[in-house]
């Protein structure tokens, strides 16, 4: 059939259009990775391989920074739109590998569409001109202010209220951080400083890391601080960031890390990052912190005598042991947290026993007549209820600390010492530098124990009870009160 020339145009124009509106993208909405915990968080099509982030801190800790960050990552499939969580800030400009790119938000996602598709297995960089607000409600991570100047709290979630990022442990890269600041101010950042440079009134600092890290274990800290240095086991560079007015104060404790080092060493092997230290900020957050190379302390832990010395040379063991069990091994999802937090207070307690004559027996039956209570309030170890709407941070509850060092003191009892500190050394060194979940963990232990352990596990880290404890049929955990019908 011939069409007459208007006719025919006419045509063309409406295939055209039926053909943009069938390839139309969808609104732009949040995405997630599927975490059961954390529904939204992470991103989908892409793995990060590098941050560079810089910062920009006039003085102030209630201004925002200016910042700009580059994501160099490489796509998983073909990306029309690229989504990056990010909450608290104003982004200024967007370019994916060069080239201007729009973006708009969706819930906490900063949602890119490049001028160009991104096609699966290519490379990309992402650049993102935008600010980073320190000011916010209390409790909900990120940026501390602290009383000369800022630290980062980031974990569970709160990366992405400072910095553009695929929020999730189970996308570990390598991270940069540009510091500039006023030259009467240190900053420092996680791994080893390459750059400081004057300009001016101000002063940059640069610092890389050597090793992969989640975003929710960066730290960057902007102070009047003094930056101190000892040899730790075999050379190895232990650095110190404290308020300069409490250098001495803090001196006593500062000198312990080398040893703590030692003792960690002795157990599950060499220390697995190119430095360590204690971030000793002066500022109120309820916790510490095992933020990756630069672990973050509250000052007063140290200074005001509130708990006795044993139970404080604990609690900075529990932060080391993170660098080995959350840091250089990190959760795949937020329910393998139980894996962190119980092998930190379980070296947290070996400690306490070993050194302060504490005995670790004692700590694991208390926790026993507990924990029936804590799996009905939280859920088991490794099926923990997702946290309280509004607390985040609600999700680090009893359960997942001694709640969980418990399951690994049964284990222990279960196939033995010997067989116990061979896992724990295989562990940290067969999953070094990337992530692991509870299966891995589970199928390790029946592996190094020549036998299936699989109804072990099923009953220690998912019942609602716990189990009888091995070796010990005595214990008795407390029921919890049953629940009133409404």
């Given at each position: 059939?011939?069409?007459?020339?208007?006719?025919?145009r006419?045509?063309?124009?409406?295939?055209?259009?039926?053909?943009?509106?069938?390839?139309?993208?969808?609104?732009p909405?949040?995405?997630?990775?599927?975490?059961?915990?954390?529904?939204?968080?992470?991103n989908?099509?892409?793995?990060?391989?590098?941050?560079?982030?810089a910062?920009?801190?006039?003085?102030?800790?209630?201004?925002?920074?200016?910042?700009?960050?580059?994501?160099?990552?490489?796509?998983?499939?073909?990306?029309?739109?690229?989504?990056?969580?990010?909450?608290?800030?104003?982004?200024?400009?967007?370019?994916v590998?060069g080239?201007p790119?729009?973006?708009?938000?969706a819930?906490?996602?900063?949602?890119?569409?490049?001028?160009?598709?991104?096609?699966?297995?290519?490379?990309?960089?992402?650049?993102?001109?935008?600010?980073?607000?320190?000011?916010?409600p209390?409790?909900?991570?990120g940026?501390?202010?602290?009383?000369?100047g800022l630290?980062?709290?980031?974990?569970?979630?709160?990366?992405?209220?400072?910095?553009?990022?695929?929020?999730?442990?189970?996308?570990?890269?390598?991270?940069?951080?540009?510091?500039?600041a006023?030259?009467?101010?240190?900053?420092v950042?996680?791994?080893?400083?390459?750059?400081?440079?004057?300009t001016?009134?101000?002063?940059?600092?640069?610092?890389?890391?050597?090793?992969?890290?989640?975003?929710?274990?960066?730290?960057?800290?902007?102070?009047?601080?003094a930056v101190?240095?000892r040899?730790?086991?075999?050379?190895l560079?232990v650095?110190?960031v404290v308020?300069?007015a409490?250098?001495?104060?803090?001196?006593?404790w500062?000198?312990?890390?080398?040893?703590?080092?030692?003792?960690?060493?002795k157990?599950?092997?060499?220390?697995?990052?190119?430095t360590?230290?204690?971030?000793?900020?002066?500022?109120?957050?309820?916790?510490?912190?095992?933020?990756?190379?630069?672990?973050?302390?509250?000052?007063?832990?140290?200074?005001?005598?509130?708990?006795?010395?044993?139970?404080?040379?604990?609690?900075?063991?529990?932060?080391?042991?993170?660098q080995?069990?959350?840091?250089?091994?990190?959760?795949r999802?937020?329910?393998?947290?139980?894996?962190?937090?119980?092998?930190?207070t379980w070296?947290?307690?070996?400690?306490a026993?070993?050194m302060?004559?504490?005995?670790?027996?004692?700590?694991?039956?208390?926790?026993?007549?507990?924990?029936d209570?804590?799996?009905?309030?939280a859920?088991?170890?490794?099926a923990?209820?997702?946290?309280?709407?509004?607390?985040?941070?609600?999700?680090f509850?009893?359960?997942?600390y001694?709640?969980?060092?418990?399951?690994?003191?049964?284990?222990?009892?279960?196939?033995?010492?010997?067989?116990?500190a061979?896992?724990?050394?295989?562990?940290?060194?067969e999953?070094?530098?990337?992530?692991?979940?509870?299966?891995?963990?589970?199928?390790?232990a029946?592996r190094i124990a020549?036998?299936d352990?699989?109804?072990?596990?099923?009953?220690?880290?998912?019942?609602?009870?716990?189990?009888?404890?091995?070796?010990?049929?005595?214990?008795?955990?407390?029921?919890p009160?049953?629940?009133?019908?409404?």
């Amino acid at each position: 059939m011939l069409l007459t020339s208007r006719r025919l145009r006419a045509a063309l124009l409406a295939t055209a259009s039926a053909t943009l509106v069938a390839a139309a993208l969808p609104p732009p909405a949040p995405l997630g990775i599927g975490d059961s915990l954390f529904p939204h968080l992470g991103n989908p099509g892409y793995d990060v391989l590098a941050y560079d982030i810089a910062f920009t801190y006039r003085g102030s800790n209630t201004q925002p920074l200016d910042a700009v960050t580059r994501i160099d990552a490489r796509a998983a499939q073909r990306l029309e739109r690229i989504n990056l969580d990010f909450s608290h800030g104003t982004v200024r400009t967007v370019e994916v590998n060069g080239r201007p790119a729009e973006f708009t938000t969706a819930g906490e996602d900063l949602v890119v569409e490049p001028a160009a598709v991104v096609e699966q297995d290519s490379r990309m960089r992402i650049t993102v001109t935008h600010t980073s607000d320190p000011t916010g409600p209390a409790g909900e991570g990120g940026w501390v202010r602290t009383a000369d100047g800022l630290a980062m709290a980031n974990q569970a979630d709160a990366a992405h209220r400072v910095f553009p990022c695929n929020d999730h442990p189970a996308d570990k890269a390598y991270f940069t951080f540009r510091i500039t600041a006023p030259k009467e101010l240190t900053a420092v950042a996680n791994g080893v400083r390459k750059v400081k440079v004057w300009t001016g009134t101000n002063t940059t600092w640069a610092y890389q890391t050597k090793h992969p890290m989640a975003t929710e274990l960066a730290q960057v800290s902007i102070g009047r601080s003094a930056v101190l240095q000892r040899e730790g086991p075999g050379g190895l560079v232990v650095r110190d960031v404290v308020p300069a007015a409490d250098r001495e104060k803090l001196e006593p404790w500062l000198k312990k890390t080398p040893g703590h080092l030692e003792w960690m060493e002795k157990r599950v092997g060499r220390y697995p990052f190119e430095t360590y230290g204690l971030l000793i900020a002066d500022a109120v957050t309820g916790f510490e912190l095992e933020t990756q190379t630069l672990s973050l302390f509250e000052r007063s832990l140290f200074t005001d005598g509130e708990y006795p010395e044993w139970y404080v040379d604990s609690v900075m063991v529990h932060e080391l042991a993170h660098q080995w069990f959350g840091n250089s091994v990190s959760p795949r999802t937020w329910s393998d947290l139980w894996l962190n937090e119980g092998h930190a207070t379980w070296y947290e307690a070996t400690y306490a026993e070993e050194m302060a004559h504490k005995p670790l027996e004692t700590r694991m039956r208390e926790a026993y007549l507990l924990s029936d209570q804590w799996r009905a309030d939280a859920g088991p170890p490794a099926a923990p209820k997702p946290p309280t709407p509004g607390q985040k941070i609600s999700l680090f509850r009893p359960v997942v600390y001694d709640g969980s060092a418990l399951v690994l003191y049964a284990l222990r009892q279960t196939i033995g010492k010997d067989a116990f500190a061979e896992l724990e050394r295989a562990w940290v060194r067969e999953h070094r530098d990337g992530t692991a979940t509870t299966a891995d963990f589970t199928a390790l232990a029946s592996r190094i124990a020549g036998r299936d352990l699989s109804a072990f596990f099923a009953e220690w880290l998912y019942a609602d009870r716990t189990p009888l404890m091995p070796g010990h049929p005595d214990w008795r955990s407390a029921a919890p009160p049953a629940r009133q019908a409404r």
